[in-house]
């Protein structure tokens, strides 16, 4: 690669010296460079070979078609300013940021930046948008244009050399596969399958530049940012969050008795595996979810036909959500909650029509082990309760014993017939 | 000759009528009924077992098994009905109708019967001669009050879940959390009885096993039927009636279909306590 290089600036200074006349070296500007770089045979090699793809060779068909037509070469390259012959420097680099500050800005805090520096191998400006043929995010063309976005931070999120020097961790798990994961998401099939540009791609949630991990504050997808994350596209569901028990907690911080904090848009759809709630493995899970904090509640449920419906992975009875609401889930003291008493007819109506003020004093989350809360239900649990165990503690001693009497009866050679001992006890 | 496989096939003396064909009749649709309440039942209630998923997949699904349920549910309906309706025919018929309501050959518990609960285990602790018993054990009387009892609450229970709209109209909605409780735990106690005991005590237990086709065909050797049921047979002895009991053989049809039905029964009824066994346990 270095003898490459070397061997196309050898090339490169015998051609300008051969073919320029010596007043156009001294000029500034585009002209004098096109001599060289818009020239194809200045970039014949040792071996004859051309190289179109260089970026060395930059035709006016290329940087007219780009974002940059209207910019000189020295705008990105001031260091050649002066001139030729050049002089290789450090100042060789290209200051995309004295035009893109803040882009240039976010990038050197974002997490590409430092690895950038160090190691080399983390993406700068060129990496994503392109040398001299830069085209617009809006562009179907360009690299950062929604379509392709996953197939670009994939060059490297998905090269398994990358995964394996960066996301070996053992809680790095989904950062080894959120790209893949990605192209199954209603998001990932939505953009690649149903070609909807507006539907999410990497950048969308984690920024172009500014990408920090969601353990820093200023992170898109910290926990107090998701919210606000996902409703730039899903702007109705912010507000409804926002006003729910949960939106609220978040806000304050309020935590449960047991430390869990407000559920965010991920803690219920993940981030990279989400898809329609329609999907049966998927709001098992949410239940789940649910369940982590409302452990009573999660208990209670599967007591029901709603929960055993449910548990066996069939979508076909009310869910949690069902009854409370997916993002606007208040306390049922609130008049605005769907369980507020005088709207549970309503709530319950959606699957049992018939529904009536009797209907809905069925009690979906009923403990009969709650004495306090639900004596009826505990009357009856034990009384049933005693009547199996007295049943079977009677008959299973009933037929142990019988057995043990045949056994012995048997060992001994002689008969348990009834006919028998009939005749001993007339 | 080749002993009979059936214990009510076994022994000496001509056959004797034991069951009608109502009663034969009736049992056949309990079996089918209860097998199909079971199966349809358990993968709901026992939801959380790795076994239940896959099971309710195989049933078609939840609505599926309801449907299969409630077809079950109807033939159980029906067989009540029909029982209560040959109750009150007999009460019509019988010359002495207290004899259906008390007396040695009705099915209504006796002071004999607790006799011979005490008897039973005087003589499963070796310290009493068996029992003799008259036209019902103790333990077929349980049986049959089990069912009539079980058919009563789960029917009753399931009646309320299966049209909640309208009991709601004059039951309060917490009647269903109370209706749950009773259906499921009843259920439980039936099928944990009718799987384990019923079958230990009428077909599988040593002196039976593998099987007792009496209720199947109907009838058993005169020896097997004075063995389990000696005061009965004493009693048609003594009044002359045996004569008019006696019975052929079974067809070859009639023994076919009992021997298939009733193993049939066996092995589910077997697999699916197994079911639920591993399902408590786990």
Excluded at chain 1, 20 to 37: E, F, I, S
Excluded at chain 1, 128 to 145: I, M, N
């Amino acid at each position: 690669m270095a003898g490459t290089i070397v061997s196309v600036f050898v090339a490169a200074a015998l051609g300008a010296l051969l073919a320029a006349p010596a007043a156009a070296q001294q000029r500034d500007g585009d002209v004098a460079c096109k001599n060289c770089h818009a020239n194809r045979e200045f970039l014949v090699g040792k071996g004859g070979s051309v190289m179109p793809d260089s970026v060395l060779f930059v035709p006016d068909s290329v940087l007219h078609d780009s974002k940059h037509a209207g910019l000189s070469c020295t705008s990105c390259h001031p260091a050649f300013a002066s001139g030729y012959p050049h002089r290789v420097t450090a100042a060789f680099a290209v200051p995309c940021q004295s035009c893109h500050e803040k882009e240039g800005q976010d990038w050197a805090r974002s997490i590409h930046a430092p690895d950038a520096v160090t190691r080399g191998n983390a993406p700068t400006c060129a990496t994503c948008h392109g040398t001299h043929h830069v085209l617009g995010a809006d562009d179907p063309r360009s690299r950062t244009y929604p379509l392709n976005v996953a197939a670009l931070c994939g060059s490297c999120h998905a090269d398994p050399r990358i995964i394996g020097t960066y996301f070996g961790a053992a809680d790095q798990a989904q950062a080894r596969t959120a790209v893949s994961s990605y192209y199954k998401t209603i998001h990932g099939t939505a953009m690649t399958k149903a070609g909807l540009v507006v539907s999410a791609t990497c950048s969308d949630c984690h920024g172009a530049h500014l990408i920090l991990p969601p353990d820093s504050a200023r992170s898109t997808i910290n926990r107090a940012n998701i919210a606000t994350t996902c409703g730039q596209c899903h702007a109705g569901v912010l507000q409804t969050f926002d006003q729910s028990s949960h939106g609220q907690a978040l806000r304050t911080g309020a935590k449960t008795p047991t430390g869990h904090s407000a559920p965010v848009c991920i803690d219920c759809h993940t981030s990279h595996e989400i898809v329609p709630a329609s999907d049966p493995a998927w709001f098992r899970g949410v239940v789940r979810e649910c369940g982590a904090c409302h452990e009573k509640e999660y208990g209670t449920y599967f007591e029901t036909y709603h929960g055993q419906v449910t548990e066996l992975g069939f979508g076909i009875t009310a869910k949690c959500s069902d009854c409370h609401t997916a993002h606007d889930m208040l306390p049922a003291t609130d008049p605005k909650s769907s369980v507020y008493p005088t709207n549970l007819v309503k709530t319950c109506a959606q699957c049992h029509p018939t529904a009536n003020e009797n209907f809905v004093r069925y009690q979906p989350h009923g403990d009969m082990h709650d004495r306090e809360a639900f004596p009826l239900l505990f009357w009856t649990w034990l009384l049933m309760t005693t009547l199996l165990v007295s049943v079977f503690v009677f008959f299973g001693a009933h037929t142990l014993l019988w057995l043990g009497r045949i056994i012995i009866d048997r060992t001994r050679g002689g008969s348990t017939h009834p006919s028998d001992e009939k005749e001993e006890h007339p | 000759m080749k002993k009979p496989m059936a214990v009510s096939d076994q022994g000496q003396g001509p056959y004797i009528t034991r069951f009608g064909p109502v009663e034969r009749t009736t049992h056949a649709l309990i079996i089918v009924s209860f097998l199909g309440l079971v199966a349809t039942g358990i993968p709901l209630r026992f939801a959380y077992a790795g076994w239940a998923a896959p099971f309710m997949r195989a049933l078609g699904g939840p609505a599926s098994a309801a449907f299969i349920h409630r077809i079950c549910a109807a033939i159980t309906f029906g067989y009540f009905f029909i029982h209560l309706v040959t109750i009150i025919r007999n009460l019509i018929r019988a010359e002495d109708k207290k004899t259906i309501f008390w007396g040695p050959r009705s099915m209504v518990p006796q002071p004999k019967d607790i006799r011979d609960v005490i008897g039973m285990f005087k003589w499963f602790l070796g310290r009493g001669p068996h029992p003799r018993f008259d036209r019902y054990s103790y333990m077929e009387k349980f049986d049959y009050w089990a069912v009539f009892w079980g058919v009563a609450i789960i029917g009753g229970s399931g009646l309320l879940l299966w049209f909640p709209a309208f009991f709601a109209r004059f039951l309060p909605g917490w009647m269903f959390n109370v209706a749950t409780i009773i259906h499921g735990d009843e259920a439980l106690l039936a099928l944990g009885f009718i799987f384990t005991i019923h079958f230990f005590n009428v077909h599988l237990r040593p002196e039976k096993f593998p099987i007792d086709l009496v209720i199947f065909t109907g009838r058993a050797k005169a020896e097997y039927f004075e063995e389990e049921h000696p005061l009965e047979y004493e009693r048609n002895q003594r009044e002359g009636r045996l004569a008019s009991l006696e019975a052929p053989a079974p067809s070859a049809a009639t023994y076919l279909w009992s021997m298939g039905l009733g193993f049939a029964a066996l092995a589910v009824g077997v697999f699916l306590v197994l079911l639920v066994l591993y399902a408590l346990v786990s």
